[in-house]
C-alpha cells in the first residue's frame, strides 16, 4: 500500500510555469507506474500523464504533449509535474496516483489516490 500527498499548487499567470510534487510513503515507491490527473469544476477527472517505475518511459495526454513534463526520483519516493506555457484551461485540482501497470489512462487504472493540489491560471 502507498499513501501520496501533494503539494505545489497555487496561482500562476497565463504562460507561466509550475511544478507540482507528490509524496509517496512506503518502501515499495519503485514498484508502481505514477500518474497525474486533474479535475476542473464540474467536469470529470482526467489523465494527464504518467510514468513508468523506473522513470524510463512516460506518456501524456494530447492536451499538454510539449508543455508538460512527469518524472520521478524513487530515491525521494517523489514524482513530479512540471508545468510549463500554462494555460487557463489547465485550471484544475491535480491528483497524483499510483497504478501496478503501464501506461494506464483511465482513473480505474490506478489504486492509490492522494489529496489534490489546486493550480489555478488567470488569464
Known amino acids: 500500500q502507498v499513501q501520496l500527498v501533494e503539494s505545489g499548487g497555487g496561482l500562476v499567470q497565463a504562460g507561466g510555469s509550475l511544478r507540482v510534487s507528490c509524496a509517496a510513503s512506503g518502501r515499495t515507491f519503485s514498484s508502481y507506474a505514477m500518474g497525474w490527473f486533474r479535475q476542473a469544476p464540474g467536469k470529470e477527472r482526467e489523465f494527464v500523464a504518467a510514468?513508468?517505475?523506473?522513470?524510463?518511459?512516460?506518456y501524456y495526454a494530447d492536451s499538454v504533449k510539449g508543455r508538460f513534463t512527469i518524472s520521478r526520483d524513487n530515491a525521494k519516493n517523489s514524482v513530479y509535474l512540471q508545468m510549463n506555457s500554462l494555460k487557463p484551461e489547465d485550471t484544475a485540482v491535480y491528483y497524483c496516483s499510483a497504478a501496478e501497470s503501464f501506461p494506464r489512462t483511465t482513473t480505474a487504472g490506478y489504486a492509490y489516490w492522494g489529496q489534490g493540489t489546486a493550480v489555478t491560471v488567470s488569464s
Open positions: 510514468i513508468s517505475w523506473s522513470g524510463g518511459s512516460t
